[in-house]
């Protein structure tokens, strides 16, 4: 069975642009959250997509955005970027249903932004 | 608000020697507790979770964590160490479904060190 699956993996931008970064989940897996890493700041939650709605959001700027299609892969984007967005953004799929044997995350390799 | 707590950035243990990663948590309702490794420029890895049931959860390496209702507490252990360990440890909390959705909120990491 495949991993999670993003892509791409490095990339580099300059102040003022905009990156799209996508993710493509195990088969059957439902939901798709995104996380931002940095050393300073760990893991922060980004938001948290589910058939195709957007269910939880962290506190992120609106430049921060994202969506869901119906096969469940999932794209992030981030407009106007600035220094501090520099980061390893992971994406994580999981099944998404109710129930104790759901609920952890299978994460993708992230891909790796740095902001000039 | 739900949170988790790693007190310690670092550990140090000697290979073969029992390891210990603390981990505290705060949540309304029944957690959903969850362990993840990260090796370096990889993903994270899902290594045990408690939903219900036993305090003693084991989970993948040889890796198993405690439940402790009244310290609040999910300490992951390991009885002898490997080099092979060394890595960067997550605890996690996530809300119990229905009422928080699946967002998992991730502690800010503790950086194992295995010395030969």
């Known amino acids: 069975k495949a991993g999670v699956t993003q892509t791409p993996r490095y990339l580099i931008k300059t102040r003022g642009q905009q990156v799209t970064l996508s993710c493509s989940p195990i088969s059957g897996h439902r939901s798709v959250s995104w996380y931002q890493q940095t050393p300073g700041q760990g893991l922060q939650f980004l938001f948290e997509y589910f058939s195709e709605t957007q269910r939880n959001k962290g506190n992120f700027p609106g430049r921060f955005s994202g969506r869901q299609f119906s096969n469940s892969r999932s794209e992030m984007n981030v407009s106007t970027l600035e220094l501090g967005d520099s980061a390893l953004y992971l994406c994580?799929?999981?099944?998404?249903?109710?129930?104790?044997?759901?609920?952890?995350?299978?994460f993708g390799e992230g891909s790796r932004l740095t902001v000039l | 608000a739900q949170s988790v707590a790693q007190p310690e950035d670092q550990v140090n243990v000697a290979e073969g020697n029992p390891l210990t990663v603390k981990c505290t948590y705060s949540v309304s309702g029944n957690p959903y507790l969850f362990w993840y490794v990260q090796y370096p420029n990889r993903g994270l890895q899902f290594l045990l979770k408690y939903i219900t049931g036993d305090n003693l959860v084991k989970g993948s390496y040889g890796f198993e964590a405690e439940f402790n209702k009244s310290q609040t507490s999910f300490h992951l252990k390991k009885p002898s160490a490997l080099v092979s360990d060394s890595a960067l440890y997550f605890c996690?909390?996530?809300?119990?479904?229905?009422?928080?959705?699946?967002?998992?909120?991730f502690g800010a990491g503790t950086r194992l060190f295995v010395k030969a």
């Open positions: 996690a909390v996530r809300d119990p479904p229905p009422t928080g959705g699946f967002k998992t909120i």
């Open positions: 994580a799929s999981s099944l998404g249903a109710s129930g104790p044997n759901t609920g952890e995350l299978f």
